[in-house]
Nanobody
Framework: QVQLVESGGGLVQAGGSLRLSCAAS????????MGWYRQAPGKQREVVAT???????TYVESVKGRFTISRDNAKNTVYLQMNSLKPEDTAVYYC?????????WGQGTQVTVSS
């Protein structure tokens, strides 16, 4: 088992930046991939960005050029740098990790972008 704890969410004006962190309770080296998902009110959860064990990132089209995912295996932490935030980025952001057939989720952190 592993616990994922997100932090860094908050209220920011449009055009601002936030950096989310996801700290794992143990090593993430063996994780196939880790990622960030988000769920806005009344909408389904969607993938925002993922990063493989080799460090290869992928992004949903709506955040390309604005968000950057990274991982620090030494700190067992995954980050999501969010720049040029828009009101439509408002959601609860969840950290996710895949290890073999197991999927782990954090409790989520709220991001609110005001116009």
């Amino acid at each position: 088992q592993v616990q994922l704890v997100e932090s860094g969410g908050g209220l920011v004006q449009a055009g601002g930046s936030l950096r989310l962190s996801c700290a794992a309770s143990r090593s993430i080296i063996s994780f196939n991939a880790m990622g960030w998902y988000r769920q806005a009110p009344g909408k389904q959860r969607e993938v925002v960005a993922t990063i493989t064990s080799g460090g290869r990132p992928t992004y949903v089209e709506s955040v390309k050029g604005r968000f950057t995912i990274s991982r620090d295996n030494a700190k067992n932490t995954v980050y999501l740098q969010m720049n040029s935030l828009k009101p439509e980025d408002t959601a609860v952001y969840y950290c996710n990790g895949f290890q073999g057939l197991n999927a782990y989720w954090g409790q989520g952190t709220q991001v609110t972008v005001s116009s």
